[in-house]
């Protein structure tokens, strides 16, 4: 059946918590774009998240979805472990995809990922989309205008704490690493598209808390190719006392810093000061799904490609190699 050119029509395959305010509404308000079907494992589950959302058709197998020849693009958000596999099958079935973070488990999937693309007929965007964000715009401008001169060093520092559970963030054979392969992503994928491609990363990684497996605490260390330095470090064996998320651009006149789960960005230069705050999008991912929609409609350049997804799992993995 020949896709509508006029309108992308979506199915969800994972419809969990993020897909509940994050994304899921997303797809029904975005302009061209509609909601047609979910799918959950669980069948129950699977059919209150349609009724609740008014999406007309739900299943349990993500097979069953994938033959619906109504739905020209799917969105996979189920855990990291079954995002290759699923990629894969939603492009041969002839659906475009939009895959949340991470992308794949590790750089050998993000390869086998970047082949299936690459012999597709169909594409494929990676869910990164603080990238279309307007407090993430903002400091993209702030940068590329010279604001604080010529950007010479990044640092990130991400502490917070967390508790063993039964996450499946804690199982490595489905997250890929903890809590750091979670929450990362973004804030590094951040850096790529501020400051572009790396010459050197390395990292070390070490587990501190005896009650799971993943490591808990990553220091990175990376030179970009335009010579920006960037240092980051990830713990999530803190006290609550110590929790802290920040991110400081350092330029020659002056620095630019945020914190990732914030709402205001302030600027430093010529001794002054300026703040600017945001209100976040209801759901957050619509200005980077309209754009996702944009580029299925063949109206935009791909807002995340599987080879920027490459290289953020390339820089994950080398952050997290163990001590």
Known sequence: MEKNKANIVW???????????????????????????VMRRDAKKAEDFAKRHQVPLWYDDASELLKNENITAVYIATPPSSHLKMAIQALKAGKDVYLEKPMVLSVNEALELKKAVEESKNKLVV???????????????????????????????????????????????ISGGGYFQDIAPHQIDLMYYFFGAYQSVKGFAVNQEADYTVSDTVNGIMAFKNGIQFRG??????????????????????????????????????????????????????PFIQQTVNYFLGKRNNPCTVEEGLIVNEIMQAFSAPI
């Open 11 to 37: 199915g969800i395959i994972g419809c969990g918590n993020v897909a509940e305010v994050k994304s899921g509404p997303a797809f029904q308000k975005c302009n061209n774009s509609s909601l047609l079907s």
């Open 127 to 173: 869910a990164h989309y603080r990238r279309h964000l307007p407090m993430y715009v903002k400091v993209k401008s702030l940068i590329d205008s010279n604001r604080i001169g010529t950007v010479q060093c990044v640092d990130i520092k991400y502490f917070k704490e967390h508790k063993p559970d039964a996450n499946w963030r804690l199982d490595p054979s």
């Open 233 to 286: 470090i990830w713990s999530f064996d803190v006290s609550n006392v110590a929790e802290t998320d920040n991110c400081t651009i350092y330029g020659s006149k002056g620095y630019i810093t945020f914190s990732f789960f914030g709402d205001e960005v302030s600027i430093v230069s010529n001794r002054t000061t300026e703040n600017f705050v945001f209100v976040h999008p209801d759901h957050i991912q619509q």
